[in-house]
């Protein structure tokens, strides 16, 4: 662990520099990180392997949320550092830099979005946030769009499939420890609605009744009494929403192995 003389935690509010448009804070950002860079080194090793100069510290970048904002971040870093080691070997003069060389230029940003995109997987169950940033540079119309179908995927994987996954986690990490004295088991649920809440059914019954409350709907002019029918479904729908939203807790799937201390 490093000293508290050698620990400098900086706050900066990537969403702000996404929500206006102006990537050019990104700039100010890696400005205030590169004397850090150029201070922490990096490993280099002469023809015959003789160290020459070791890395005497780490950058680490946290998203206060999720993993998004961390790989913009040190895809940002990484380009940068790159360019000083290639500089640093004679590959590129003093003024080069990665843009001139539009091939590894694109290696390079297709490079880091892929990685974000398989850890955002493994994480999320999504590919990662703002990729198109990562891999063009820019933000996209197309871009922005999936961002806020994988933000609706996320919602849902994390309160109705997730529980599976975090068990697993706790497992990896140890917070749940298997022994034989305890039971392998995992606590079920236990009768009454927990016992037969499922968001799935749920939904599709919702989506079934507000199908034949259109489609009732639209009889109607033809035989008034479908006005009825179009009213049971609706109801019907209406009353399934309302229960899963006043039972919306028993309806997540929840990890079962390890319960963390409130």
Not at 65 to 72: A, E, F, H, I, P
Not at 109 to 127: E, F, M, V
Not at 143 to 170: E, H, P, S
Request: proline share 3%.
């Amino acid at each position: 662990m490093f000293s508290p003389v050698f620990q400098i935690l900086f706050h900066f509010s990537m969403q702000s520099v996404f929500s206006t448009g102006q990537s050019n804070y990104l700039a100010v950002l890696l400005r205030f990180f590169y004397c850090f860079l150029g201070n922490d080194r990096y490993l280099l090793l002469n023809e015959k392997g003789e160290k020459v100069e070791a890395q005497v510290g780490v950058l680490r970048t946290n998203c206060i949320d999720c993993l998004d904002r961390t790989n913009v971040t040190q895809s940002i870093i990484a380009r940068k550092m790159l360019e000083s080691q290639l500089r640093r070997l004679g590959v590129f003069n003093a003024e080069e830099t990665i843009s001139r060389h539009p091939n590894f230029d694109e290696s390079l940003k297709n490079l880091w979005a892929n990685h974000g995109d398989d850890i955002s997987i493994q994480y999320s169950g999504t590919p990662a946030l703002k990729g198109d940033f990562v891999r063009y540079g820019q933000r996209t119309l197309q871009g922005v769009m999936k961002d806020g179908w994988n933000a609706l995927m996320r919602y849902y994987l994390n309160n109705f499939c997730d529980g599976t996954k975090q068990d697993a986690i706790d497992l990896l990490q140890g917070h749940y420890i298997v022994s034989v004295s305890r039971s392998l088991t995992p606590r079920m649920k236990h009768g009454g609605v927990e016992a037969k809440a499922s968001f799935p059914v749920a939904l599709s019954l919702i989506m079934i009744g507000f199908f034949f409350a259109t489609a009732s709907l639209i009889r109607a002019r033809f035989n008034v009494s479908n006005i009825l029918f179009s009213m049971m479904w609706g109801s019907m729908s209406l009353g399934i929403a309302a229960y899963v939203r006043a039972n919306g807790r028993v309806f997540c799937n929840c990890p079962l192995l390890h319960q963390p201390m409130r």
